[in-house]
C-alpha cells in the first residue's frame, strides 16, 4: 500500500518535489496551494487535489510543505484556519521551507501540544535538483524521530543530514546559504575584474575550476552566468530574504557579520534594480552595469561536484 502525504505549496520547488514523489510511484500524494491551476497541473499527474488545508489535515498524517517565507508559513500552519486547528494526533509535519530558528520551534512547540510533530527539514539545491531527487535534507530532529517518514526523506534527497533539536535545520540552512551567497558574490566580483583586466570569462572559466579558488557555485552557476542565462533557479528576492534571516539571528546572538550584511545589501540593491525575480547569479550584472563589461564565453565544465 502506497504511503499517503499531504504536500503544501507548489511553488518551484514544492511543484517539483511533489514531482518526484509521484515519479517514485511509492506515495499516495495529496496536494494544496492557493493557486488551484497549480493544484489541477499536480492533479493531472495523479495527486489528489485537497480544495482546503482543513481537507488536507484532517486526511493524512504525514503532511509536508514548501513556503517562500516566515510569515507564509506562520500563516499556513498557526493562521485562523491553519494546520494547528484541523491536525490529528500522531501526525508529523515536515516543513521544508527555509525560515529562521525561532519560527521553527514556535511552531513545533505549538503542534507538540496537540500530539503532533513540526520538523525543520529545509532543503539544499536547486529546482533540478527537487525534480530528480538530489536535494540535501537538513532535518532538524534526531533520526529516531523520523524513523517511519525515511522513505519520503530518500526520495526527496539523496543526502539527508539530522541536526539533533528543532530549530537546528533551520539554523544550519541559514548558515550554509550566508557561505553560498557570499562565495557567489565574490566570485562575481573576481569574474568582473578579470574580465576588466582583458582575459576572457570562457579562459578564466575554464582555468579557475581547477584552482584554489574554485567553489560549488563556480562549477555549478558560472557556465550559466557565461552563457547569459539567469533562469531563475534560486531568486534574487529569496537570497535576500535569507540573508536578511541569517542577519537578524547574528543581531539577536550579538554576533558581528560585517561580510554577510555587505553581501545582503548587495542583492538587496539587484532586487531593487528591477531583478528580483531572477536567478541570484544576476548580481553579477549589477556589477557588470557599474564596470562596463559583460561577463560572458564559452565555458568548458571539466570539474565534478
Same mark, same amino acid.
Given at each position: 500500500?502506497?504511503?499517503?502525504?499531504?504536500?503544501? %505549496?507548489? =511553488?518551484?520547488?514544492?511543484?517539483?518535489?511533489?514531482?518526484?514523489?509521484?515519479?517514485? %510511484?511509492?506515495?499516495?500524494?495529496?496536494?494544496?496551494?492557493?493557486?488551484?491551476?497549480?493544484?489541477?497541473?499536480?492533479?493531472?499527474?495523479?495527486?489528489?487535489?485537497?480544495?482546503?488545508?482543513? $481537507?488536507?489535515?484532517?486526511?493524512? +498524517?504525514?503532511?509536508?510543505?514548501?513556503?517562500?517565507? *516566515?510569515?507564509?508559513?506562520?500563516?499556513?500552519? +498557526?493562521?485562523?484556519?491553519?494546520?494547528?486547528?484541523?491536525?490529528?494526533?500522531?501526525?508529523?509535519?515536515?516543513?521544508?521551507? #527555509?525560515?529562521?530558528?525561532?519560527?521553527?520551534?514556535?511552531?513545533?512547540?505549538?503542534?507538540?501540544?496537540?500530539?503532533?510533530?513540526?520538523?525543520?527539514?529545509?532543503?539544499?539545491?536547486?529546482?533540478?535538483?527537487?525534480?530528480?531527487?538530489?536535494?540535501?535534507?537538513? @532535518?532538524?530532529?534526531? *533520526?529516531?524521530?523520523?524513523?517511519? $517518514?525515511?522513505?519520503? +526523506?530518500?526520495?526527496?534527497?539523496?543526502?539527508?543530514?539530522?541536526?539533533?533539536?528543532?530549530?537546528?535545520?533551520?539554523?544550519?540552512?541559514? @548558515?550554509?546559504?550566508?557561505?553560498?551567497?557570499?562565495?557567489?558574490?565574490?566570485? !562575481?566580483?573576481?569574474?568582473?575584474?578579470?574580465?576588466?583586466?582583458?582575459?576572457?570569462?570562457?579562459? +578564466?572559466?575554464?582555468?579557475? $575550476?581547477?584552482?584554489?579558488?574554485?567553489?560549488?557555485?563556480?562549477?555549478?552557476?558560472?557556465?550559466?552566468?557565461?552563457?547569459?542565462?539567469?533562469? *531563475?533557479?534560486? #531568486?534574487?528576492?529569496?537570497?535576500?530574504?535569507?540573508?536578511?534571516?541569517?542577519?537578524?539571528? !547574528?543581531?539577536?546572538?550579538?554576533?558581528?557579520?560585517?561580510?554577510?550584511?555587505?553581501?545582503?545589501?548587495?542583492?538587496?540593491? #539587484? !532586487?531593487?534594480?528591477?531583478?528580483?525575480?531572477?536567478?541570484?547569479?544576476?548580481?553579477?550584472?549589477?556589477?557588470?552595469?557599474?564596470?562596463?563589461?559583460? @561577463?560572458? =564565453?564559452?565555458?568548458?565544465?571539466?570539474?565534478?561536484?
Amino acid at each position: 500500500m502506497k504511503q499517503k502525504i499531504g504536500f503544501i %505549496g507548489l =511553488g518551484v520547488m514544492g511543484s517539483n518535489m511533489c514531482r518526484r514523489l509521484l515519479q517514485s %510511484g511509492r506515495f499516495d500524494l495529496m496536494v494544496y496551494d492557493i493557486d488551484r491551476a497549480k493544484v489541477d497541473e499536480l492533479a493531472g499527474l495523479g495527486a489528489r487535489p485537497a480544495s482546503s488545508l482543513q $481537507q488536507l489535515t484532517s486526511e493524512n +498524517l504525514v503532511i509536508a510543505s514548501s513556503l517562500p517565507d *516566515p510569515p507564509v508559513v506562520r500563516s499556513v500552519y +498557526l493562521g485562523p484556519d491553519g494546520v494547528i486547528h484541523h491536525v490529528r494526533e500522531g501526525t508529523v509535519i515536515m516543513d521544508l521551507s #527555509t525560515v529562521d530558528a525561532d519560527t521553527s520551534r514556535e511552531i513545533a512547540a505549538r503542534f507538540e501540544e496537540k500530539g503532533a510533530k513540526y520538523v525543520d527539514t529545509p532543503v539544499s539545491g536547486g529546482k533540478y535538483d527537487a525534480l530528480e531527487g538530489k536535494l540535501t535534507l537538513i @532535518v532538524g530532529a534526531k *533520526p529516531e524521530e523520523l524513523a517511519d $517518514q525515511m522513505p519520503v +526523506l530518500n526520495t526527496l534527497g539523496s543526502s539527508v543530514h539530522f541536526a539533533g533539536s528543532r530549530g537546528a535545520g533551520s539554523i544550519v540552512k541559514l @548558515v550554509n546559504n550566508v557561505m553560498s551567497m557570499g562565495n557567489l558574490l565574490v566570485a !562575481a566580483e573576481a569574474f568582473v575584474l578579470g574580465v576588466k583586466a582583458g582575459v576572457d570569462a570562457g579562459t +578564466l572559466f575554464n582555468i579557475l $575550476q581547477h584552482c584554489g579558488g574554485r567553489s560549488h557555485r563556480l562549477i555549478k552557476r558560472f557556465p550559466n552566468i557565461l552563457r547569459g542565462d539567469f533562469e *531563475p533557479k534560486f #531568486t534574487v528576492n529569496l537570497a535576500e530574504k535569507d540573508l536578511s534571516l541569517a542577519l537578524d539571528m !547574528a543581531g539577536k546572538l550579538k554576533v558581528p557579520m560585517l561580510m554577510a550584511s555587505v553581501c545582503r545589501d548587495f542583492f538587496m540593491m #539587484t !532586487a531593487r534594480s528591477g531583478r528580483g525575480a531572477m536567478d541570484a547569479t544576476a548580481v553579477i550584472q549589477l556589477l557588470e552595469e557599474l564596470v562596463g563589461v559583460e @561577463v560572458r =564565453g564559452e565555458p568548458k565544465v571539466e570539474v565534478k561536484i
